[in-house]
């Protein structure tokens, strides 16, 4: 017990001495925004369970994307941002709810795997943003758009060969700039509050485009494993 608490005692140091109490402020405002937008994202989801409205609300989210960045913090319409970043989290969970009423099909216990996964995804690379070198993001960022660069030659080269393997293949590495992109978007919240950025609400609205990702890439790679061992015990 005394180790658990010792080791608590060090994080808070150490994180004490990697953040200005500006930063660190202002990470407390984009998580805690971004916690209602996924518990806004998480009510869309499950009203789309539950009711028989369609599910073509890309335009919809995507409108509401554009007026969050055409209107500019400017300290008073703070309120009516935060509307905007939580329509968007909850049309963006409403969408997602066909893909995860296709996963409960399948498997029940897929959804909880993929939340819980997410969260650890999540927060291991956020913590790992914060305590890294901040030039190790430069050749994350680096990495991540070749990878993401080869990502859609697959995907363009895929329309014509249809390769379940090339699917894979590009479903697994767009999963891995997924996580880097926390990294990334993290790092850079950091050094533009440092700078004097204070609009945590996009902030919060672009860790919660990485979070939606990664929950969006582990249903179909936890579907696609679950059938793949159905397949293999129907052949056994």
Same mark, same amino acid.
């Given at each position: 017990?005394?180790?658990?608490?010792?080791?608590?005692?060090?994080?808070?140091?150490?994180?004490?001495?990697?953040?200005?109490?500006?930063?660190?402020?202002?990470?407390? @405002?984009? *998580?805690?925004? &971004?916690? =209602? #937008?996924? $518990?806004?994202?998480? !009510? /869309?989801?499950? +009203? @789309?369970? *539950?009711?028989? &409205?369609? =599910? #073509?609300? $890309?335009?919809?989210? !995507? /409108?509401?994307? +554009?007026?969050?960045?055409?209107?500019?913090?400017?300290?008073?319409?703070?309120?009516?941002?935060?509307?905007? +970043?939580?329509?968007?989290?909850?049309?963006?969970?409403?969408?997602?709810?066909?893909?995860?009423?296709?996963? +409960?099909?399948?498997?029940?216990?897929?959804?909880?795997?993929?939340?819980?996964?997410?969260?650890?995804?999540?927060?291991?690379?956020?913590?790992?943003?914060?305590?890294?070198?901040?030039?190790?993001?430069?050749?994350?960022?680096?990495?991540?758009?070749?990878?993401?660069?080869?990502?859609?030659?697959?995907?363009?080269?895929?329309?014509?060969?249809?390769?379940?393997?090339?699917?894979?293949?590009?479903?697994?590495?767009?999963?891995?700039?997924?996580?880097?992109?926390?990294?990334?978007?993290?790092?850079?919240?950091?050094?533009?509050?440092?700078?004097?950025?204070?609009?945590?609400?996009?902030?919060?609205?672009?860790?919660?485009?990485?979070?939606?990702?990664?929950?969006?890439?582990?249903?179909?790679?936890?579907?696609?494993?679950?059938?793949?061992?159905?397949?293999?015990?129907?052949?056994?």
């Amino acid at each position: 017990m005394n180790t658990l608490f010792e080791s608590a005692d060090h994080f808070t140091r150490t994180l004490n001495d990697r953040l200005e109490p500006r930063v660190k402020t202002h990470l407390k @405002h984009v *998580y805690s925004t &971004l916690t =209602a #937008t996924v $518990l806004s994202a998480s !009510l /869309g989801a499950y +009203l @789309h369970l *539950y009711t028989n &409205l369609a =599910a #073509t609300l $890309l335009f919809v989210t !995507l /409108g509401l994307c +554009l007026a969050l960045m055409f209107t500019k913090d400017n300290g008073k319409n703070r309120n009516l941002r935060l509307g905007y +970043l939580l329509g968007i989290g909850f049309f963006s969970g409403f969408s997602m709810g066909p893909l995860i009423e296709m996963t +409960l099909y399948i498997d029940t216990s897929i959804l909880p795997t993929a939340i819980l996964s997410t969260a650890f995804i999540f927060g291991c690379f956020t913590l790992s943003a914060i305590f890294s070198d901040r030039r190790q993001s430069l050749y994350i960022t680096g990495l991540a758009s070749s990878v993401a660069t080869f990502v859609f030659s697959l995907a363009l080269m895929n329309i014509f060969l249809n390769s379940y393997l090339i699917y894979k293949t590009s479903l697994y590495l767009s999963f891995g700039v997924m996580c880097a992109l926390v990294i990334i978007d993290t790092v850079r919240i950091i050094d533009l509050r440092a700078r004097g950025d204070t609009d945590y609400i996009m902030h919060a609205c672009m860790l919660f485009q990485d979070l939606v990702q990664i929950f969006r890439h582990l249903l179909v790679i936890l579907s696609e494993k679950d059938r793949s061992n159905k397949r293999k015990k129907q052949r056994d």
